[in-house]
């Protein structure tokens, strides 16, 4: 079981979360002007690391925010929590 | 409650679906008949006497006067050579039938398959050995139905023993909606030529006594879709049967091999990088399941893939009480029993990235609660191992197998929790897109560009979360 630390509400079992992917894929920013390629790499593509993966989980049977994990693909160990405001990488 | 089982449609008045019927006939006879043809004789192992001893009752009895010690070994530990016309990464089912039909309907034998570990030692020991072709868009039935086919003969051709069991496979509807996608389903499996059989209650309460159909039950059973040509195959055997057979027609098999860079130049693919020296190859075959993003992002290829766990787990073993395979996708469970005995349990994927070869106990606990609640009488029974393997779920639930963008480099991937079953249709498609460096009819679909051009093969409707499909 992993225990997941909420930002809000501190750790919580597994099974109170949701799982949300990769936090770091982008969406276009201009949706309008942008190209029939960037949104196949948001929607589509991922990096698919194996070690360190920033995600997106939401706390959906407990104070349902959305929150950043940080946690090893290879091991399972958690590595950071935070609320969800950091910016993804360009 | 009383529900009306849906009755399904009789092809054979339906003249334009014939068609289709006729066309995936086609394709198999013809791949087929140009095989004769193509076949080339292969220079025979040199000086490995009995190597290539058949499995037979004769060489049974024969070998018996030497206590079974002389039997020959079924494929050899190979060395990398400097060059090979293939190289194949991943000694899995798929990339094992890629090195057997590479040489045997196309008569390419300087062929070299390269493992990090041992054969089989991934996805393919480790999964739940069901085959079917129960699939709802023509694409994939068409492709898997072409797989069973191949299931059917395997045993012969190989000749090696894959415990082929043709027990059938049920998936239970619980719900009158559910009832009526299953019969929508079986319509469109008839209308590909495949087997597919709509069951009541009380028929699926005969045939699975074991299963709670009463009215108490907390997931009351209401039918279920019935393919009675699917099954169960002997996994290693798959893995083992393959490698013996690529062997025996030259093909290096080449175990604790890692590769660790693909070599390109302007032109396209030279040669790999391993943990046992370079290796020059005019073409490369990826064929890594759960590691294929690593793999790919060797020579730079960005994929529509998520590494995901997926486990399974069986029970101590006891005598035979159930025949089939059952699922139930309602409930993400399903069950067969193995033939030491085993009741061999799985469901859904733990649903976060991972490449831990391992999950966690909340799927566990959710597998076994949903086959309680359908088997009472399973609560007796102890569990005896639970374990899990990395899936390459794709943003569409469908496999690729195609060209990719670098000249020589081919792409074998995305087999989801169900790739076992198209092991030896994959091992054909992905030879023959190699060998003619375009794709067969069975595979022109499974392309990586599908993404880019909105011809995605959602066999659920579920969207680009690749752990929802
Ligand atoms: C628990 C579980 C249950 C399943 N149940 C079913 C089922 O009932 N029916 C079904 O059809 N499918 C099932 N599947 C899915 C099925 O097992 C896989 O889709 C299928 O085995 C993938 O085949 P493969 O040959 O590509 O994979 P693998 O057997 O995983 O082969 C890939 C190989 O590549 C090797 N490799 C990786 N990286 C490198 C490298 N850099 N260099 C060299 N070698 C490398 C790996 O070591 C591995 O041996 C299940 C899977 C699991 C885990
Ligand atoms: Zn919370």
């Known amino acids: 079981m992993l225990l997941i630390p909420c930002p809000w509400c501190g750790p919580r079992a597994q099974i109170e979360f949701t799982y949300g992917g990769d936090a770091d894929v982008r969406r276009p920013k201009d949706a309008m002007a942008a190209t029939g390629a960037a949104w196949h790499d948001y929607v589509y593509l991922r990096d698919n690391p194996r070690g360190s993966h920033d995600e997106i989980w939401q706390h959906s049977a407990g104070c349902r925010r959305w929150l950043r994990l940080t946690r090893d693909t290879l091991t399972h160990a958690i590595i950071d929590s935070a609320p969800p405001t950091k910016e993804p990488p360009s | ?469």
């Open chain 2, 1 to 469: 409650m009383l529900l009306r089982p849906f009755s399904l449609i009789d092809i054979d008045p339906i003249a334009s679906h014939n068609d289709k019927r006729k066309l995936i006939e086609e394709i198999v006879t013809d791949s087929r008949r140009t095989l004769s043809s193509r076949m080339t004789s292969v220079p025979r192992g040199a000086g490995l006497k009995g190597y290539e001893m058949r499995y037979s009752a004769l060489n049974l009895v024969r070998n018996a006067f030497s206590g079974h010690r002389a039997w020959p070994v079924a494929w050899r530990k190979a060395a990398p050579q400097a060059s090979y016309d293939v190289v194949i990464i991943g000694g899995g089912g798929h990339g094992l039938a890629t090195a057997y039909y590479l040489a045997r309907n196309h008569g390419i034998t300087n062929v070299a398959v390269l493992e990090k570990g041992w054969i089989g030692g991934g996805n393919t020991g480790r999964n739940t050995t069901i085959v079917r072709s129960n699939y709802l868009l023509d694409t994939n039935a068409r492709f898997y139905e072409h797989s069973l086919k191949l299931w059917e003969g395997l045993t012969q051709e190989l000749n090696f023993n894959l415990m082929v069991s043709q027990r059938g496979v049920l998936n239970l509807a619980h719900t009158p909606g559910q009832l009526e996608s299953y019969a929508r389903r079986g319509n469109a499996m008839r209308l590909n030529g495949i087997d597919a059989e709509l069951l009541s209650r009380d028929q699926v309460a005969a045939m699975v006594p074991r299963l709670d159909c009463s009215d108490r039950a907390r997931f009351p059973v209401l039918g279920g879709l019935l393919q009675p040509r699917g099954g169960t195959v002997r996994h290693d055997a798959v893995a083992w049967g393959f490698a013996r057979a690529a062997d025996q027609r030259g093909v290096d098999i080449i175990e604790g091999c890692e590769v660790t860079a693909i070599r390109r130049n302007e032109r396209g693919v030279v040669g790999l990088e391993t943990s046992r020296g370079a290796v020059q190859a005019k073409q490369i075959g990826i064929a890594v399941a759960g590691n294929s993003s690593r793999v790919a992002a060797m020579a730079d290829l960005h994929l529509p893939i998520e590494s995901h766990v997926l486990q399974a787990m069986v029970s101590e073993p006891i005598k035979p009480v159930l025949d089939q395979v059952v699922t139930s996708g309602a409930t993400h469970f399903y069950i067969s029993q193995s033939d030491k005995g085993e009741l061999v349990f799985g469901g859904d994927l733990d649903g976060y990235n991972s490449y831990a070869q391992r999950g966690n106990l909340p799927i566990i606990e959710h597998v076994i609660a949903s086959a309680l609640e359908m088997f009472p009488s399973f609560a007796q029974l102890r569990l005896m191992r639970t374990w899990g393997g990395i899936m390459d779920m794709t943003m569409d639930g469908s496999p690729i197998i195609a060209k990719t963008p670098v000249p020589g480099l081919y792409f074998n991937g995305g087999w989801c929790y169900g790739g076992f079953k198209a092991t030896p249709a994959s091992g054909w498609v992905f030879a023959e897109t190699i060998a003619n460096d375009a794709p067969h009819a069975l595979n022109e679909a499974f392309t990586l560009e599908r993404f880019a051009t909105g011809d995605v093969l959602d066999e659920r409707g579920a969207g680009p979360a690749p752990w929802l499909h």
